[in-house]
């Protein structure tokens, strides 16, 4: 890793010198006459490492040493003095300094000096690398899938949320995206600011708007106090707008003038508020449909979904089958007391038979039911709630319409096994192919 020096001095023999020295040893190096100019620069970025005089006029050595450690804490500073006291050098060590050398400087000892401060300075990048990637893991932990339409969500959000976009999420309902909505806030700049959610299908849209807005004592029958609204509550933050389609054309209209201005009045109040607030809308509805309709206002839409996010329905990824499965036997046996050790083959077929029309939402509660109502250490057909156990029916293969290809060859290796007992030579010879092929297919589809 190359890494890009600083030198401060106000003699120009001493700080080119050393700037040679520096650039002799492999490191980008760039040299400041005084102080000022040397945190001017250090402040435009890029800067791994200070070398400065102590005594400089105007903007000292301390003085810049106390300005970089607050800016940027971690940042080796050396501190160059021809005037070395013990006083002084342990001053500038207080104050953050790597080192303190006196003048005139060993050259070799900068050097491994240098080397030293700048390995210490790569395993600090690296351990915050290490610290930004789990972060960045947790805030997905609670989507579970590795389907390629989940890794397009993935992918998606990591890039959207650390901008200032607004971002619309598409699915069915029960596909989790209220969970993109919180990955999105906790992947974005604004994570340690409010995430304020409304769900604006549960209210009337008179109660609506005031949640929205927020009123003003007495704005209506029952407003005996001031109230904020879901905008004040989320200023810097983000705003999760769920089930957006919902709204009438009445609330649109006030909520597009919000998304242009960034400044609205509360129901019944003349004072104009100013807001920050990040939008993240989601729906269910085809809104490009209700705007046809009439119902959806076509300038809103595009003031929302300037970042799409589709999350695919549990019918379209049942690759992420066993992963879900896993973690919610773990979670509902954990909290049930029960020790549920896995699933029988045949509730699996059961499982991988059905279509899922309420997804996530709908397998979360058919495996808490399963963990409920389970006897012994594996979960048993019998234990599936009865609408999904009638799928499975002897001798077929249940395939959705719309299911790819691959999806479709990974369903009937399933099910073949599923009848044969896990018999993998049995099941390659029904299907008419080597057992290595069916057992690459196999293993290639618990990897994808």
Excluded at 311 to 327: S, Y
Excluded at 408 to 430: C, Y
Aim: contains cysteine; charged residues 30%.
């Amino acid at each position: 890793m190359k890494f890009r020096l600083l030198v401060a001095d106000d003699e120009k023999n001493i700080r080119e010198g050393l700037a040679a020295a520096l650039k002799l040893d492999g490191h980008d190096v760039e040299t400041s006459a005084d102080g000022a100019e040397a945190l001017k620069r250090f402040q435009k970025g890029d800067i791994d490492m200070v070398i400065a005089d102590l005594k400089m006029p105007g903007l000292g050595g301390e003085e810049l040493l106390e300005k970089i450690q607050a800016e940027s804490p971690g940042t080796p500073v050396i501190v160059l003095t021809g005037h070395g006291t013990v006083e002084t050098a342990v001053n500038a060590m207080r104050l953050g300094a790597w080192d303190f050398l006196t003048k005139p400087v060993n050259l070799d000892y900068l050097s491994i000096l240098v080397k030293k401060a700048l390995d210490n300075r790569e395993l600090l990048l690296k351990h915050r690398r290490l610290e930004e990637e789990l972060a960045h893991h947790k805030r997905f932990q609670a989507i579970i899938g590795k389907s390629s339409g989940m890794r397009r969500v993935f992918d998606t959000t990591s890039r959207a949320a650390p901008t200032k976009a607004s971002i619309l999420i598409t699915g069915e309902s029960g596909v989790g995206k209220e969970l993109v909505a919180d990955a999105i806030h906790g992947l974005s700049p604004r994570k340690d600011k409010p995430l304020i959610k409304l769900h604006c299908a549960a209210l009337a849209a008179s109660l609506l708007e005031s949640e929205l807005f927020g009123h003003e004592k007495g704005a209506f029958t029952g407003a005996s106090a001031r109230k904020r609204g879901r905008f004040e509550l989320a200023n810097e933050g983000t705003l999760f707008l769920d089930e957006i389609g919902e709204i009438d054309q009445n609330l649109q209209i006030k909520l597009l003038r919000v998304l242009q201005e960034k400044s609205f009045e509360r129901v019944g109040g003349e004072e104009t508020i100013e807001v920050d607030v990040r939008i993240v809308a989601a729906t269910n509805k085809d809104l490009k449909a209700e705007i046809e309709k009439g119902s959806f206002r076509e300038d809103l839409y595009f003031r929302l979904n300037v970042v799409n996010i589709h999350v695919p329905p549990l019918r379209e990824r049942k690759d992420d089958l066993p992963l879900l499965i896993t973690a919610f036997l773990k979670e509902f046996a954990a909290e049930n007391g029960k020790d549920i050790e896995g699933i029988s083959e045949k509730a699996r077929s059961c499982l991988y038979a059905y279509d899922w029309p309420g997804n996530i939402r709908e397998l979360r509660n058919c495996m808490e039911s399963a963990v409920v109502m389970s006897r012994g250490k594996l979960i048993g057909e019998e234990d599936l709630p009865p609408g999904i156990r009638a799928v499975n029916e002897e001798g077929w293969i249940r395939i959705a319409l719309g299911t790819n290809m691959e999806e479709a060859e990974k369903i009937i290796i399933r099910e073949t096994l599923s009848a044969h007992k896990g018999n993998q030579s049995k099941a390659a010879e029904i299907l008419g192919i080597g057992r290595k092929t069916l057992h690459r297919k196999l293993s290639g589809s618990e990897e994808e």
